[in-house]
């Protein structure tokens, strides 16, 4: 059973450009969730999506950054007119299912794209 | 926000010696997490915490979930080389709040 799946794993943009984040979840995982690591930082959450919906964008910048998760295909993380201030660590984790805590609700991680914006 | 204090931020030790970190928060958790990141990598989850008063093994790895849900540490035994890297705890409600990390060097 693959693990989750990011691409690409590094990804350089110049400023004013467009990034695009893909992420498959694990198989049978329909709930993921994008959370960004500054250097030398915790884990930061941005957006929760279950299949065509968008659940929490509490941690999501509400310029620039937009999310989606269709019916078919991976999840995607986009960042229109990326700065500077952008260049992070963007991970995409998964779960079978989502609550408040419990085995079936349990993350797992991605290898994470090293966004870097010149 | 919430938030997640976890100490230490940095750990220097020799191989062969037990590792202690711990998490505090403000704010009650279901669920805690412990994971570790290795340098360009994900986190791997090691522990999962599903129960206050929890106490869960594995390997050399001994984390508890704290009685009053705020609170969660990590032991690691007999450290060797691989065990290298952040650690990070996590509070689960749907999101997960994660602790700044705390970074083991060993030498050999």
Known sequence: ?118 | GQQLNQSPQSMFIQEGEDVSMNCTSSSIFNTWLWYKQDPGEGPVLLIALYKAGELTSNGRLTAQFGITRKDSFLNISASIPSDVGIYFCAGQIFKLVFGQGTRLTINP
Request: hydrophobic residues 30%.
């Open chain 1, 1 to 118: 059973n693959a693990g989750v799946m990011q691409n690409p794993r590094h990804l350089v943009r110049r400023r004013g450009q467009e990034a695009r984040l893909r992420c498959s979840p694990m198989k049978g995982h329909s709930h993921v969730y994008w959370y960004r690591q500054l250097p030398e930082e915790g884990l930061k959450f941005m957006v929760y999506l279950q299949k065509e919906n968008i659940i929490d964008e509490s941690g999501m910048p509400k310029e620039r950054f937009s999310a989606e998760f269709p019916k078919e295909g991976p999840s995607i993380l986009r960042i229109q007119q990326v700065v500077r201030g952008d260049s992070a660590a963007y991970f995409c984790a998964s779960s079978p299912n989502a609550g408040t805590g419990g085995r079936t609700d349990t993350q797992y991680f991605g290898p994470g794209t090293r966004l870097t914006v010149l």
